[in-house]
């Protein structure tokens, strides 16, 4: 069993900074992938930041810029600064972590909201 733990969500205004956590525990085996989605009421999941093994990065082209995603592989955590927020960002965001050699098995944290205030 693998459990994701997602911390740092909130209200905040617009142009204000959020940091989301999510630490990993559990039977952890080869964490290859890290990274962040986020779901709007009405619209899909999407991707937000994603960070693998190396850390080479991926970003929405929506966040480029003011979003940071990072890991700390001695305590199988990942993060995500969020700056400079506007009020499109508001969502549900979701951790996800990939294990395996091929990153075959695939986790989500339970979800953590975050509103951004105009």
């Known amino acids: 069993q693998v459990q994701l733990v997602e911390s740092g969500g909130g209200l905040m205004q617009a142009g204000g900074s959020l940091r989301l956590s999510c630490a990993a525990s559990?039977?952890?085996?080869?964490?290859?992938?890290m990274g962040w989605y986020r779901q709007a009421p009405g619209k899909q999941r999407e991707l937000v930041a994603h960070i693998d093994s190396e850390g080479n990065t991926d970003y929405a082209d929506s966040v480029k810029g003011r979003f940071t995603v990072a890991r700390d592989n001695a305590r199988n955590t990942v993060y995500l600064q969020m700056n400079s927020l506007k009020p499109e960002d508001t969502a549900v965001y979701y951790c996800n972590v990939k294990m395996g050699v091929y990153g075959q098995w695939d986790y989500w944290g339970q979800g953590t909201q975050v509103t951004v205030s105009s």
């Open positions: 559990g039977s952890i085996f080869r964490i290859r992938d």
